[in-house]
């Protein structure tokens, strides 16, 4: 890593190269804004420290030509004019932080290591978005979480054979993903592949869909019609919210598990398929099974190989993948150059519980997207994803859903006072991050940390609170 320091002292420039060598790192030093630019364009820098008032060309201006140049280096400002316009100006300018004249050592140093810290973060960030993410994961499922590595040791297991595969998890969570990665393994890769989602069927249209129908079954059935499952003859069907289909039918798809057999509405001669189902559920099908709203035979024959599709926010690592991804998808789909993601954004998206997991978090960068500007996403596109607390309409059913509603709300209830009390403490003083920390009594880089777990920037949330 490679650190410029400008700065017209030649005292200072001294003292801050020899702090920088003993920690390791290559440093150069400038006395002026002209030269160090000069400097810059024979020899890249990643994090470079600038005073604010020098002769000729003052340091907001070399902060503006960096980060017209390169946006990715990290620049801290010196200044002995440490006013609170100064510093919120460099901010909104891109300066990642200020040091105010006199300090020490121990200070230089402090500030020194955040910005290598943030140095190393945007580069790796910057890898992040040129990767491509589709390769990080397991078939067509992005991601680098050991809980998904369990899921996809399971699917290699069970592809190969004519089990029949419940997937239990969250809506969002990818589970026709999964199905789609069974079918593709198996050796029924070159056959059909249906998915058929059996909440937005009734139950007579979900059986016509199935098992098809013959002329005159019911008004409207002018002609024959084959069903799902006669067309996947050895192919893979898909049943998503198993939960919602009737005990009638119910009935009649425990009797085709039973004898691959089946009866197209209105006819009385049977047909026999080979067909594999795959059967996915957001819902407690013993909990379905014991209210007498699912048949205990029909949940022993389809529960046999179950696989448990994690929600995001127990797989909060793939987050960025997931998110560079449909970044780069969105941005070739609507024309935008949206490049990367800002730090501030990304810790946002990380922090969130995603109660809708992939799907809303796609929604998301997929709005943030049409709403950017520039080639850098963030946290001001991001649309108001954060739901307003919701008193349950209904009480828990189980021990279970209790302990997971109540961690919600504490979870929910600690973020809002959290960030109301960084919002209050920055506007009480006139948006000096410094000010604000010694008032509510935290160290400077504790309530930096804060203000990065929820997105908040000066330079961001300033402009729009004062509108």
């Not at 973060?121 to 990767?131: F, V």
């Not at 809980?147 to 990818?174: C, H, Q, R, W, Y």
């Amino acid at each position: 890593m490679r650190i410029l320091v400008i700065d017209d002292d030649l005292t200072v420039c001294k003292s801050c190269q020899k702090i920088i060598q003993k920690a390791g790192y290559h440093v150069g030093y400038s006395l002026s804004g002209h030269e160090a630019l000069r400097m810059m364009e024979d020899d890249p820098y990643e994090i470079v420290f600038t005073d604010l008032k020098m002769a000729e060309m003052g340091g907001m201006e070399v902060l503006r030509f960096i980060k017209n140049a390169d946006p990715d280096i990290v620049v801290v400002v010196i200044t002995g004019y440490a006013t609170v316009a100064s510093a919120v100006e460099t901010m909104k300018m891109g300066a990642f932080d200020y040091l105010p004249k006199p300090f020490t050592p121990t200070e230089f140093r402090a500030v020194l290591n955040k910005a290598i810290k943030e140095r190393k973060a945007i580069t790796k960030d910057r890898e992040l978005a040129s990767q491509s993410s589709i390769t990080s994961g397991f078939q067509e499922i992005i991601s680098e979480s050991p809980k998904m590595e369990t899921v996809f040791n399971m699917i290699k297991k069970v592809a190969p054979t004519d089990s029949n595969v419940l997937i239990v998890g969250e809506s969002g969570t990818g589970k026709e993903l999964i199905a789609q990665a069974i079918h593709k393994l198996s050796k029924r890769k070159a056959r059909k592949f249906f998915a058929i989602d059996c909440a937005a069927l009734s139950g007579a249209l979900l059986e016509s869909e199935l098992f098809g129908h013959v002329k005159g079954a019911f008004t409207g059935a002018i002609n024959n019609k084959p069903g799902v499952f006669e067309v996947a003859d050895h192919g893979t069907v898909f049943l998503d919210e198993i939960c919602n289909i009737n005990m009638e039918v119910q009935g009649k798809l425990l009797r085709f598990l039973q004898e691959r057999e089946f009866l197209p509405v209105g006819s009385t001669q049977t047909k026999s398929v080979d067909v594999r189902l795959v059967f996915a559920t957001n819902k407690d099908l013993k909990t379905m099974v014991s209210d007498g709203t699912l048949r205990e035979d029909f949940y022993y024959r389809i529960f046999v190989y179950p696989i448990s599709a994690p929600p995001l926010r127990d797989r909060k690592s793939d987050i960025p993948l997931l998110a560079y991804h449909f970044l780069k998808r969105y941005s070739k789909d609507f024309g935008k150059p949206v490049r990367s993601i800002s730090r501030d954004t990304m810790g946002a998206l990380c922090q969130y519980e995603w109660p809708g997991n992939v799907r809303q978090l796609e929604n998301v960068i997929q709005a943030a997207v049409v709403a950017s500007d520039t080639n850098v996403l963030t946290y001001k596109d991001l649309p108001e994803f954060r739901e307003p607390q919701k008193v349950p309409s209904a009480p828990p059913r189980t021990n279970i859903e209790l302990k997971r509603l109540k961690k919600e709300i504490r979870v929910k209830t600690v973020e809002k006072v959290e960030k109301d009390f960084l919002i209050h403490a920055l506007k009480r003083n006139d948006w000096n991050v410094t000010r604000a920390a010694k008032d509510v009594g935290m160290q400077r880089t504790n309530f930096q940390g804060l203000m990065r777990k929820y997105g908040i920037e000066v330079r961001q949330v300033k402009p729009q609170l004062s509108t």
